[in-house]
């Protein structure tokens, strides 16, 4: 018996969904839950804003699996003219949050033994529902969507390019020269 939930789980500026009820019900239930996110830190200087994703949660004999997808962006350097810019990232995902307490008792949880030829993920687990049966979404959305940028995000096709540093024959005078002559220009006056 599959329970179906018409209303999603809606989440503000949180990433940590209680779980205990959707362990309760059968293999196969599901939650869909809807993440709105202001910002989000990913790594050192790395943060992504306007995270929008929608996330279904299934129920599995081991725990709960997590599809979904985020969209947002990510203000990243451009490799070529070093100019900050707003990189947009669309990301789609699954991984899979491994049980480790029961609901009912509380007491440390087996989950089943898994065949591996059964496995549908990458075979690494690296997320657990927490003791008090959270499933917190944070390390899912940052490690996803850190895959999702490029290695060496370009701001565009208007993308002026690397900056002149020095005039590179007669014609061609670097910007910072030219506001220079611009200024004595002014001062001639
Ligand atoms: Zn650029």
């Known amino acids: 018996m599959t329970t179906q939930h018409p209303e999603p789980i809606s989440l503000h500026d949180d990433l940590i969904i209680k779980v205990s009820s959707l362990l309760m019900e059968s293999i196969g239930s ?3 839950v809807e993440v709105n996110l202001s910002s989000l830190p990913l790594d050192g200087d790395l943060v992504a804003s306007g995270v929008s994703a929608g996330i279904t949660l299934t129920r599995l004999n081991t ?3 997590a599809t979904g997808s985020a969209s947002g962006t990510v203000e990243m350097q451009c490799v070529r003219c070093l100019n900050l810019f707003e990189q947009p990232f669309s990301v789609k995902f699954a991984e899979q949050f491994r049980q480790t307490t029961g609901v009912l ?11 591996p030829e059964e496995d549908e993920g990458d075979g690494e687990l690296a997320f657990e529902i927490s003791d008090a049966h959270e499933l917190d979404l944070t390390e899912l959305l940052r490690q996803w969507i850190l895959l999702s940028l490029p290695m060496n995000p370009i701001c565009g096709k208007d993308c002026p390019g690397p900056e002149t540093v020095t005039a590179t024959d007669e014609g061609e005078i670097d910007a910072r020269f030219a506001a220079l002559q611009e200024l004595l220009d002014n ?3």
Do not use: M, N, S, V
């Open 30 to 32: 599901t939650r869909k």
């Open 63 to 65: 725990g709960i699996l």
């Open 105 to 115: 008792d509380g007491k440390g949880f087996t989950p089943p033994h898994e065949d």
């Open 187 to 189: 001062e001639a006056d």
